[in-house]
């Protein structure tokens, strides 16, 4: 929504996707401003900003700026990102068809859980969970798989900032990481109404070369048609379907 923008950052989008439009050549301050109809003092401030955090290079010679090379960084890691999504995407279907229910797949950004890719039944009786919506990474099973496998002083630090605050608020800090632990062990994480009052899912890490959870992929479905009883069954599923990805991904699985 147009009332939701923030200027500062829609003038430095705008930028960045202006230079890598015109083949990455540089540009100079005037003609940048003059280009994009932008206040010049304006463009300055936020070419400055950008080159602080190596978004842009600046040539001190030319007096001019091009991409920098953050961007190959900030590049590489959504291609990475990108291509275990399209590893997992044909498992995703599978699981589909072999559980009917639906099925998502997670990534970690900061204290969320963002769905990557997910397939659903195109029935009216249904769990929607469009790509791209963000959830809690301190609630339910996918932000749990993500959970279980931090360093112990990281989930002090998420705890401090509120983070790990559980649907069921009664519980404390050591009762999360006992939990967490449970997680570990059996190799999936589950969860009851944590998300949404009568929906359970059900959920299992993926591992990269380093042995951390790159994505979590997870079932969801209403209490009435994924209960407890098949939330263990349908877990042991996952972990093996997981396991295979990470293989496939050249992951190295936690022991």
């Known amino acids: 929504m147009a009332e939701d923008r923030v200027p500062a950052v829609e003038s430095a989008v705008r930028i960045l996707k202006f230079l890598k439009d015109r083949n990455h050549r540089p540009w100079g ?31 001190a010679g030319t007096r001019k700026y091009g991409l920098g090379p953050a961007l190959i960084e900030l590049g590489g890691a959504a291609s990475i990102a990108t291509s275990r999504a399209e590893v997992a995407k044909p498992f995703l279907q599978d699981l589909f068809e072999d559980l009917n229910l639906t099925c998502l797949l997670g990534q970690r950004f900061q204290d969320r859980v963002i769905i990557v890719d997910r397939v659903e039944a195109q029935d009216a009786f249904r769990i929607t969970i469009p790509i791209g919506q963000a959830l ?20 002090d630090h998420l705890w401090s900032q509120g983070v790990l605050e559980q649907a069921d608020r009664r519980k404390g800090q050591p009762q999360i ?27 299992t890490p993926i591992f990269d070369h380093r042995g951390d959870v790159a994505l979590a992929l997870g079932v969801i479905g209403f209490a009435s048609v994924l209960p407890h009883r098949r939330l263990a069954h349908c877990g042991r599923k996952l972990r093996e379907v997981s396991g ?5 991904m050249g992951g190295q699985p936690r022991p």
């Not at 301190?138 to 990281?154: N, T, V």
């Not at 990481?177 to 009052?197: C, N, P, T, V």
């Not at 295979?244 to 496939?248: A, D, E, G, V």
């Open 136 to 155: 809690p990474l301190g609630q339910g099973a996918l932000g749990r798989c993500f959970l279980a496998y931090l360093p112990e002083s990281d989930l």
């Open 177 to 203: 990481k006992k939990a967490l632990a449970k997680d570990r062990r059996q190799g999936f994480a589950e969860s009851f109404g944590e998300i949404a009052k009568g929906v359970n899912a059900v959920a």
């Open 244 to 248: 295979l990805i990470t293989r496939i």
């Open 29 to 59: 301050v005037s003609e940048l401003s003059r280009s994009l109809h932008l206040n010049k003092s304006t463009c300055f401030n936020i070419l400055k900003a950008l080159s602080g955090h190596d978004l842009l290079a600046y040539d």
